[in-house]
């Protein structure tokens, strides 16, 4: 498209509902931006082992109780890091889905209007 859907001739109300498309499609990039930036911690049940993640999803940080280090072995630290991990993971997807709630209610009205 050139300009504005209406200049390509379009009907009013496909013009409009194209250019709530492109007010989306901004929104939904905008929000992506900004949960990549998140950090979320998670951890075990616990505390033994705290991990922060991006929303990117890279693991950026691991802190592991140096108690649980004497107190576990390797087999039990692995499996509270991955406890840990796991927990920080479902808290970015909450947060995720959070950020992303209002555009998906806007596009359901958009879609259900049509």
Known sequence: MNGTP????????????????????????????????????????GNEV??????????????????TLRRYGAHEVGALVAEAVNNAQDRLAKATEERFAPLIAAADRLVSSV
């Open 6 to 45: 209406a200049d390509d001739g379009l009907p009013a109300e496909i013009a409009a509902s194209l250019a709530q498309l492109e007010r989306q499609r901004q929104e939904a990039e905008r929000i992506r931006q900004a949960v990549d930036q998140l950090s979320v911690r998670g951890s075990s049940r």
């Open 50 to 67: 705290v991990v922060t993640v991006r929303g990117t999803g890279r693991v950026t940080e691991v802190s592991i109780d140096p108690a």
